[in-house]
Nanobody, 123 residues
């Protein structure tokens, strides 16, 4: 049984930085891509970015490119979302998910999801 658990959510001031973690259990972590999504209040779930299983390739949504960085440590079965230059519009519940293949921005291509962690950016 694959499980993903996010942590690190909290309250951050605009312009600040924050890092989320996603620990995976079950399955072979390095064999799968990992994606990050978010859902802001009253909005649809949005693709943030993803990373390949070997950690070499990353893809980002235009809204976060240049500010967010996705990485992973396969030895620790952990993925990370480093968020810099945060804006109030980044306020959302952030989810990590296991990707069926690398590069997908469609949530249907992710088969296991974490429970989400709230990030609130104050202005």
């Amino acid at each position: 049984q694959v499980q993903l658990v996010e942590s690190g959510g909290g309250l951050v001031q605009a312009g600040g930085s924050h890092r989320l973690s996603c620990v995976a259990s079950g399955g072979t972590f390095s064999s799968f891509a990992m994606g990050w999504f978010r859902r802001a209040p009253g909005k649809e779930r949005e693709f943030v970015g993803c990373i390949s299983g070997n950690g070499v390739f990353t893809t980002y949504a235009r809204s976060v490119k240049g500010r967010f960085t996705i990485s992973r440590d396969n030895a620790k079965n952990t993925g990370y979302l480093q968020m810099n230059s945060l804006k109030p519009e980044d306020t959302a519940v952030y989810y990590c998910a296991r990707g069926i293949y690398y590069g997908a921005d469609d949530s249907q291509q992710y088969d296991y999801w974490g429970q989400g962690t709230q990030v609130t950016v104050s202005s």
